[in-house]
C-alpha cells in the first residue's frame, strides 16, 4: 500500500513562490554600473530577439574545429565570466532553491509515505518513523449506522470517531507520537497515546509517556481499513478494553523477527468514579481504564507482549498483571492477570485470524461489595457482580475476491465471518451467582469494500445469543479512512 507526494508537485509549488523572491534579491545584489546588465534589470533582452539562434541554425557546423584551432581562448579571456553575471546568476538561484527545497521537506515531513506498520502500530499511527525528519499528520475517521430488526426505535448512527495523528521527528533516533481521538461527533475528546521514542537500536528502544497497551490485535492497529465489521470485536472490546492505554515506561524491539514489549504502566482504577459509564458485570473492567488523566498511582502492573512474523503467518500473545484497586480502600486487594494468544495467516487472498483471552479478578467478593450499584448504593447485587474469572475467543475468515480477477490491484472486496464466544462471568466469587446475559455467542459476517488500501465501505450482519435473556439481530453500515 503505497501514496506518493510526488517531487514534481512539490517543485511546482516551491517555485511559483520562491523563484520570484529569489529573483528580486540577486538583482539587488547584481552590480549597479560598469558591467553588462543582467537579466534582472533587461528582462525583455532575450525577448527581443527570440529568433536570433533560429536565424543561423548551423553556425557550428560549419566551424567544427573552431575549439581547435584556439585551444587556449579562455585562457586569454579570463574575466569572460565576469562579464557575464547572468550566468552566475542563475547557477546560485538554482542551489538556492535546490537548497530550500531540500530545508522545508525536511522541516514540514514532506515525503514519499509507505504505509506500513511500526512495531504493530496502524500504517497511519506508524508515518512518523518513516518520516526523514519534522512534522508528520495522519489520521482516521469512520461513520456508522446500526439497523435493529427487533427495535426499530433504537436504530442509531453515529460519527464514531475522527481522530488526527501528531508526530515529530527530532533526529533519527527521537521520535514523538500521539493519537487525539473526538468519538461521537466530538461529544468524547481524548488522547489515544502520546509518548516519546528513544530509537537506540533496532533491538533496544526506549517508550516513555501514554502508550498503548500491547494485547490482541485491534488494541494497536484500530485503524478501520484494518479490521473486518463495521464494530470491533465484542472480545477485543469487553474482555481486552481497546483502546486501552496507560501511562507507562518500558522498552521495545525486535530481534531475529521476534517483535517484543514491555512495559512497567500505572495499574487500573476500578474504584474510579466512571460518571454515568460504572464498572459492571457486562463489560467486566473496561470502565476501569484510567486513560493517563490525573491517574492514582498507587498502585502498577506491567505487560510484557511477544510477537514473531514469519512469511504471511503471524502469531503472538501477551501476559498483563497488576492491581486495580489503587488503594483506594484498605484491606482490598484486586490483583488483575490477563493472558491472550493471537495468530493470523494471510495468503492468496485469504485471511484468518484467531484469538483467545483469559482474564482473572482477585478479591472479587471485596471489590464487588464496594462497587457503586445501579441505585447509586455501595454494593452489587449478587447476579451483577464482576466475574472472578473472564475467558473468550474468536475466529475470523475472510476473502478477497477481486484477487482472482485482478490481482495485486488496489482494490479488494472481502466477504468475511466471524464467530465470537465469551463469558464474563466464567467464574464468581461467593455469594454472587454467574449472569447468563454476559455469557454470549455473537456471529458477524459481512462485506469489506476497499476501493483503495486506505478507504473502506462495510456492511455486515450481527446476531447476538446470550446464555439467557433475547438473541438480537441488527445490520450495519460504515464507512471509514486512513490518511
Do not use: C
Given at each position: 500500500?503505497t501514496?506518493?507526494?510526488?517531487?514534481?508537485?512539490?517543485?511546482t509549488?516551491?517555485?511559483?513562490?520562491?523563484?520570484?523572491?529569489?529573483?528580486?534579491?540577486?538583482?539587488?545584489?547584481?552590480p549597479?554600473?560598469g558591467?553588462?546588465a543582467?537579466?534582472?534589470?533587461?528582462?525583455?533582452e532575450?525577448?527581443k530577439?527570440?529568433?536570433?539562434t533560429?536565424?543561423k541554425?548551423?553556425?557550428?557546423?560549419?566551424?567544427?574545429?573552431?575549439?581547435?584551432?584556439?585551444?587556449?581562448?579562455?585562457a586569454?579571456?579570463?574575466?569572460?565570466?565576469?562579464?557575464?553575471p547572468?550566468?552566475?546568476?542563475?547557477?546560485?538561484?538554482?542551489?538556492?532553491?535546490?537548497?530550500?527545497l531540500?530545508?522545508?521537506?525536511?522541516?514540514?515531513g514532506?515525503?514519499?509515505?509507505?504505509?506500513?506498520?511500526?512495531?504493530?502500530?496502524?500504517?497511519?499511527?506508524?508515518?512518523?518513523?518513516f518520516?526523514p525528519?519534522?512534522?508528520?499528520i495522519g489520521g482516521?475517521?469512520?461513520?456508522?449506522?446500526r439497523?435493529?430488526?427487533?427495535d426499530?426505535a433504537?436504530?442509531?448512527?453515529?460519527?464514531?470517531?475522527?481522530?488526527?495523528?501528531?508526530?515529530?521527528?527530532f533526529?533519527?533516533?527521537i521520535?514523538?507520537?500521539?493519537?487525539?481521538?473526538?468519538?461521537?461527533?466530538?461529544?468524547?475528546?481524548?488522547?489515544?497515546?502520546?509518548?516519546?521514542?528513544f530509537?537506540?537500536?533496532?533491538?533496544?528502544?526506549?517508550?516513555?509517556?501514554?502508550?498503548?497497551?500491547?494485547?490482541?490485535?485491534?488494541?494497536?492497529m484500530?485503524?478501520?481499513?484494518?479490521?473486518?465489521g463495521?464494530f470491533?470485536?465484542?472480545?477485543?472490546?469487553?474482555?481486552?478494553?481497546?483502546?486501552?492505554?496507560?501511562?507507562?515506561?518500558?522498552?521495545?524491539?525486535?530481534?531475529a523477527?521476534?517483535?517484543?514489549k514491555?512495559?512497567?504502566?500505572?495499574?487500573?482504577?476500578?474504584?474510579?468514579?466512571a460518571?454515568?459509564?460504572p464498572?459492571?458485570?457486562?463489560?467486566?473492567?473496561?470502565e476501569?481504564?484510567?486513560?493517563g488523566?490525573?491517574?492514582?498511582?498507587?498502585?502498577?502492573?506491567?505487560?510484557?507482549?511477544?510477537?514473531?512474523?514469519?512469511?504471511?503467518?503471524t502469531?503472538g500473545?501477551?501476559?498483563?498483571?497488576?492491581r486495580?484497586d489503587?488503594?483506594?480502600?484498605?484491606?482490598?486487594?484486586?490483583?488483575?492477570?490477563?493472558?491472550?494468544l493471537?495468530?493470523?495467516l494471510?495468503?492468496?487472498?485469504?485471511?484468518?485470524?484467531?484469538?483467545?483471552v483469559?482474564?482473572?479478578?482477585?478479591?472479587?467478593?471485596a471489590?464487588?461489595?464496594?462497587?457503586?450499584?445501579?441505585?447509586?448504593?455501595?454494593?452489587?447485587?449478587?447476579?451483577?457482580?464482576?466475574g472472578?474469572?473472564?475467558?473468550?475467543g474468536?475466529a475470523?475468515?475472510?476473502?478477497?475476491?477481486l484477487?482472482?480477477?485482478?490481482?495485486?490491484?488496489?482494490?479488494s472486496?472481502?466477504?468475511?465471518?466471524?464467530?465470537?464466544?465469551?463469558d464474563?462471568?466464567?467464574?464468581?466469587?461467593?455469594?454472587?451467582v454467574?449472569n447468563?446475559?454476559?455469557?454470549r455467542?455473537?456471529?458477524?459476517?459481512?462485506?469489506?469494500?476497499?476501493?483503495?488500501?486506505?478507504?473502506?465501505?462495510?456492511?455486515d450482519?450481527?446476531?447476538k445469543?446470550?446464555?439467557?435473556?433475547?438473541?438480537t439481530?441488527?445490520v450495519?453500515?460504515?464507512?471509514g479512512?486512513?490518511?
Open positions: 500500500m501514496i506518493k507526494i510526488t517531487e514534481t508537485m512539490l517543485l509549488a516551491l517555485l511559483a513562490t520562491a523563484a520570484p523572491a529569489l529573483a528580486r534579491d540577486l538583482a539587488q545584489q547584481a549597479a554600473s558591467d553588462e543582467t537579466p534582472a534589470t533587461k528582462p525583455d532575450t525577448a530577439k527570440p529568433d536570433e533560429a536565424k541554425p548551423d553556425e557550428t557546423a560549419k566551424k567544427p574545429d573552431e575549439t581547435a584551432k584556439k585551444p587556449d581562448e579562455t586569454k579571456k579570463p574575466d569572460e565570466t565576469a562579464k557575464k547572468e550566468e552566475a546568476a542563475s547557477k546560485e538561484e538554482v542551489r538556492t532553491l535546490a537548497e530550500e531540500r530545508r522545508l521537506k525536511l522541516e514540514i514532506l515525503r514519499d509515505v509507505e504505509y506500513q506498520s511500526f512495531g504493530g502500530m496502524g500504517p497511519a499511527a506508524s508515518k512518523v518513523y518520516a525528519k519534522g512534522l508528520s482516521y475517521g469512520e461513520v456508522t449506522y439497523n435493529f430488526t427487533h426499530v433504537s436504530d442509531q448512527t453515529d460519527l464514531l470517531r475522527a481522530v488526527l495523528y501528531a508526530g515529530y521527528r533526529n533519527e533516533r521520535v514523538f507520537n500521539s493519537e487525539i481521538e473526538f468519538e461521537h461527533a466530538g461529544r468524547e475528546v481524548s488522547v489515544e497515546f502520546a509518548y516519546l521514542d530509537l537506540f537500536t533496532d533491538a533496544l528502544r526506549l517508550r516513555v509517556g501514554n502508550v498503548l497497551v500491547p494485547i490482541g490485535f485491534v488494541n494497536q484500530h485503524e478501520p481499513p484494518f479490521f473486518n463495521v470491533r470485536p465484542d472480545v477485543e472490546q469487553y474482555l481486552i478494553p481497546t483502546t486501552w492505554s496507560e501511562n507507562g515506561v518500558g522498552v521495545h524491539g525486535e530481534i523477527g521476534l517483535r517484543y514491555a512495559f512497567l504502566l500505572n495499574g487500573l482504577d476500578v474504584f474510579r468514579d460518571g454515568d459509564e464498572v459492571e458485570a457486562a463489560s467486566w473492567l473496561r476501569s481504564r484510567t486513560g488523566a490525573e491517574s492514582r498511582a498507587a498502585t502498577a502492573a506491567g505487560v510484557l507482549s511477544l510477537e514473531y512474523a514469519a512469511g504471511p503467518a502469531v500473545g501477551a501476559v498483563y498483571y497488576g486495580a489503587q488503594r483506594r480502600i484498605p484491606g482490598v486487594k484486586a490483583e488483575v492477570g490477563m493472558a491472550e493471537h495468530g493470523q494471510a495468503w492468496r487472498g485469504a485471511t484468518a485470524r484467531v484469538l483467545g483469559v482474564g482473572t479478578l482477585g478479591d472479587a467478593a471489590v464487588n461489595a464496594n462497587l457503586v450499584n445501579g441505585a447509586g448504593g455501595i454494593g452489587l447485587a449478587p447476579d451483577e457482580g464482576l472472578s474469572r473472564v475467558q473468550g474468536y475470523e475468515l475472510a476473502y478477497d475476491v484477487s482472482l480477477f485482478a490481482p495485486g490491484g488496489e482494490s472486496l472481502s466477504p468475511f465471518a466471524r464467530v465470537e464466544r465469551y464474563l462471568n466464567a467464574r464468581v466469587p461467593a455469594g454472587y454467574r447468563g446475559a454476559v455469557d455467542t455473537v456471529v458477524t459476517a459481512g462485506l469489506t469494500y476497499k476501493p483503495i488500501p486506505t478507504v473502506v465501505v462495510k456492511t450482519w450481527q446476531r445469543d446470550p446464555r439467557t435473556g433475547d438473541t439481530d441488527q450495519n453500515v460504515g464507512a479512512f486512513v490518511f
